[in-house]
């Protein structure tokens, strides 16, 4: 049996993404956070080959989160299928700390806000690296709330909040540990950090496995809408 020369870069196409793929799950399984020589090379091509194939919840630059935002990319998560996760973020907070104040960490167009707007806050800042984001939000934010376009990696929020939440948002930093640690400085005493990831990506799995291990957990919710599943972790104000 002869097979033809397109045939063959098909099949050889399917091997390497098996490959990547396979070599992506190694790295985020047990690689994650781990030192050893020529770590920086790997991650620079991993992390290249997931924003080439759209793979995986990676940093990208303000003008390509301008551009996603600009084509309506992220339309979606207004819609009745994200509902579920954010509607345990909600109720951790209104639960844990209620009449709170929150700083929304990649608030992107606002989709959270609008779910604390129904149950009430006392001050509520959102913060996002999209300039086409903030600025649908900014026109109509109502009193008590406040959104910046600005590098949530390096934003600096004034005063301190009782919930602190990356809502699908820790996996896009560079440093998400890093970026988690430097947050709680602004928590009030006694305030929670609320993280919700979607599962499917092993890059966040491997980020909430740490989070996990080295921070105390309040509590923790698995939630599966449809074919998306999330895990949603309230954590206390102290690292373990």
């Given at each position: 049996?002869?097979?033809?020369?397109?045939?063959?870069?098909a099949l050889a196409a399917r091997v390497g993404r098996r490959a990547a793929t396979a070599a992506r799950s190694a790295y985020?399984?047990?690689?994650?956070?781990?030192?050893?020589?020529?770590?920086?090379?790997?991650?620079?091509?991993?992390?290249?080959?997931?924003?080439?194939?759209?793979?995986?919840?990676?940093?990208?630059?303000?003008?390509?989160?301008?551009?996603?935002?600009?084509?309506?990319?992220?339309?979606?998560?207004?819609?009745i299928e994200e509902m579920a996760h954010y509607a345990v973020i909600v109720g951790y907070a209104t639960f844990l700390k209620?009449?709170?104040?929150?700083?929304?960490?990649?608030?992107?167009?606002?989709?959270?806000?609008?779910?604390?707007?129904?149950?009430?806050?006392?001050?509520?800042?959102?913060?996002?690296?999209?300039?086409?984001?903030?600025?649908?939000?900014?026109?109509?934010?109502?009193?008590?709330?406040?959104?910046?376009?600005?590098?949530?990696?390096?934003?600096?929020?004034?005063?301190?909040?009782?919930?602190?939440?990356?809502?699908?948002?820790?996996?896009?930093?560079?440093?998400?540990?890093?970026?988690?640690?430097?947050?709680?400085?602004?928590?009030?005493?006694?305030?929670?950090?609320?993280?919700?990831?979607?599962?499917?990506?092993?890059?966040?799995?491997?980020?909430?496995?740490?989070?996990?291990?080295?921070?105390?957990?309040?509590?923790?919710?698995?939630?599966?809408?449809?074919?998306?599943?999330?895990?949603?972790?309230?954590?206390?104000?102290?690292?373990?």
């Amino acid at each position: 049996m002869s097979v033809s020369s397109s045939g063959s870069r098909a099949l050889a196409a399917r091997v390497g993404r098996r490959a990547a793929t396979a070599a992506r799950s190694a790295y985020y399984g047990t690689g994650y956070r781990v030192r050893y020589p020529g770590k920086k090379s790997v991650e620079d091509r991993l992390h290249r080959w997931e924003t080439a194939t759209g793979r995986g919840d990676v940093p990208l630059s303000q003008t390509m989160w301008d551009e996603q935002y600009g084509r309506g990319r992220w339309s979606f998560l207004s819609g009745i299928e994200e509902m579920a996760h954010y509607a345990v973020i909600v109720g951790y907070a209104t639960f844990l700390k209620p009449d709170s104040s929150v700083l929304d960490v990649g608030c992107g167009a606002g989709v959270l806000h609008e779910r604390f707007s129904v149950v009430g806050y006392r001050r509520y800042t959102g913060v996002d690296i999209s300039q086409v984001a903030v600025e649908s939000l900014q026109d109509t934010a109502p009193p008590h709330a406040s959104f910046h376009a600005f590098d949530a990696a390096t934003f600096t929020p004034e005063g301190r909040y009782d919930v602190i939440v990356f809502n699908e948002s820790i996996t896009y930093f560079a440093d998400p540990l890093a970026v988690f640690a430097r947050y709680q400085q602004f928590l009030s005493p006694g305030g929670i950090v609320i993280v919700s990831c979607h599962v499917q990506s092993p890059r966040a799995r491997a980020i909430l496995r740490r989070l996990e291990r080295e921070n105390a957990v309040i509590d923790a919710t698995d939630i599966t809408q449809g074919r998306t599943s999330w895990r949603c972790v309230a954590f206390g104000d102290q690292a373990r």
